[in-house]
C-alpha cells in the first residue's frame, strides 16, 4: 500500500505566501511524476504543476511566476511554494503520484487534500 499525506494548507491574506508538502510513504520502488492539483468550490478539479523525477516541470497558466514545485526524491517528497497568493487560489489542493510500488505495479495515488484559503 502507498500513502500521499499533504501539509501546509491554511488561510493566509492575499499577496501572501504558503508552501504545501506532500509525502508518500509505504511500499514504494519508484516514484515517478508527482504533481499538485486543485478544487475551487464548484469548480472541476485542475492541474495546478507537475514535475518528473528528473526535475522538468510544468505549470497552469494561471500560477506560472508565482508558484514552484520541487522535490525531494530520496524523502519521496513533493512540495508547492506558493508566492503572491490571490483570492482566486482558494481551494483543495490535492497531490498525486505516479508510484511503481514493490511488486513493480504502477499506479497513480492520490493524496486527501489541504484546504488553501486566500482573504482579500
Known amino acids: 500500500q502507498v500513502q500521499l499525506v499533504e501539509s501546509g494548507g491554511g488561510l493566509v491574506q492575499a499577496g501572501g505566501s504558503l508552501r504545501l508538502s506532500c509525502a508518500a510513504s509505504?511500499?514504494?520502488?519508484?516514484?515517478?511524476?508527482m504533481g499538485w492539483y486543485r478544487q475551487a468550490p464548484g469548480k472541476q478539479r485542475e492541474l495546478v504543476t507537475a514535475?518528473?523525477?528528473?526535475?522538468?516541470?510544468n505549470y497552469a497558466a494561471s500560477v506560472k511566476g508565482r508558484f514552484t514545485i520541487s522535490r525531494d526524491n530520496a524523502k519521496n517528497t513533493v512540495y508547492l511554494q506558493m508566492n503572491s497568493l490571490k483570492p482566486e487560489d482558494t481551494a483543495v489542493y490535492y497531490c498525486?503520484?505516479?508510484?511503481?510500488?514493490?511488486?513493480?505495479?504502477?499506479?497513480?495515488?492520490w493524496g486527501k487534500g489541504t484546504l488553501v484559503t486566500v482573504s482579500s
Open positions: 498525486n503520484a505516479e508510484v511503481v510500488d514493490t511488486r513493480y505495479s504502477k499506479l497513480l495515488y
Open positions: 509505504g511500499s514504494i520502488f519508484r516514484v515517478n511524476a
Open positions: 514535475i518528473t523525477n528528473g526535475g522538468s516541470t
